[in-house]
């Protein structure tokens, strides 16, 4: 068996070495706005959230609070989605003998109440990077198609319609 940088050769056919899946976020926050029952609550940390110093999800946190002083329109506007990322790799075949790895790239909305953000139906799978070991020092490359749409939303943004409001935004 000949292992070549794009892959290897087994039995005559090219396996490749690393394989990144991209799944477009844009279209699944859209329909978040689109829908009757989630439209509502993409507006839950700007107008239900209860607000006591208490820390019971992220909008109560510094960061947020620092983050809309610095980008005041940004933070004034209730429908402008705040997004956490996460990562980690894992074997699919539960024996690590086996040389292969998946790094799905997960992303959370943070404007949904703490009850329902991490609920299966709101964590986007945006990457899926799949090959013999993790990313390491790499990730940044593999998260070029998420850093490009993630900039495009921030400096140009995207028209959506929102249910709630029946209007464009």
């Given at each position: 068996m000949?292992?070549?940088?794009?892959?290897s050769?087994?039995?005559?056919?090219r396996?490749?070495?690393?394989?990144?899946?991209?799944?477009?976020?844009?279209?699944?926050?859209q329909?978040?706005?689109?829908?009757?029952k989630?439209?509502?609550?993409m507006?839950?940390?700007?107008?239900?959230?209860?607000?006591?110093?208490?820390?019971?999800?992220?909008?109560?946190s510094?960061?947020?609070?620092?983050?809309?002083?610095?980008?005041?329109?940004?933070?004034?506007e209730p429908?402008?989605?705040?997004?956490?990322?996460?990562?980690y790799?894992?074997?699919?075949?539960?024996?690590?003998?086996?040389?292969?790895?998946?790094?799905?790239?997960?992303?959370?909305?943070?404007?949904?109440?703490?009850?329902?953000?991490?609920?299966e139906?709101?964590?986007?799978?945006?990457?899926?990077?799949?090959?013999?070991k993790?990313?390491?020092?790499?990730?940044?490359?593999?998260?070029?198609p998420?850093?490009?749409?993630?900039?495009?939303?921030?400096?140009?943004?995207?028209?959506?319609?929102?249910?709630?409001?029946k209007?464009n935004f």
């Open positions: 000949e292992e070549t940088r794009k892959g050769k087994k039995k005559g056919k396996v490749p070495w690393k394989v990144l899946r991209y799944f477009p976020l844009t279209p699944r926050l329909r978040l706005f689109m829908s009757s989630t439209a509502i609550d507006r839950w940390h700007f107008k239900d959230r209860v607000k006591d110093e208490m820390l019971r999800h992220p909008a109560d510094e960061a947020w609070k620092s983050f809309n002083q610095i980008h005041e329109s940004f933070g004034m429908r402008n989605v705040r997004l956490g990322l996460a990562t790799g894992f074997n699919p075949f539960g024996n690590m003998n086996l040389h292969y790895s998946i790094w799905p790239v997960l992303i959370y909305p943070y404007n949904l109440p703490p009850w329902i953000c991490m609920k139906p709101y964590v986007f799978m945006t990457l899926l990077i799949l090959g013999p993790g990313p390491c020092h790499d990730i940044d490359v593999y998260m070029r998420l850093i490009d749409e993630l900039r495009t939303l921030w400096e140009i943004s995207v028209e959506t319609y929102d249910i709630y409001a209007q």
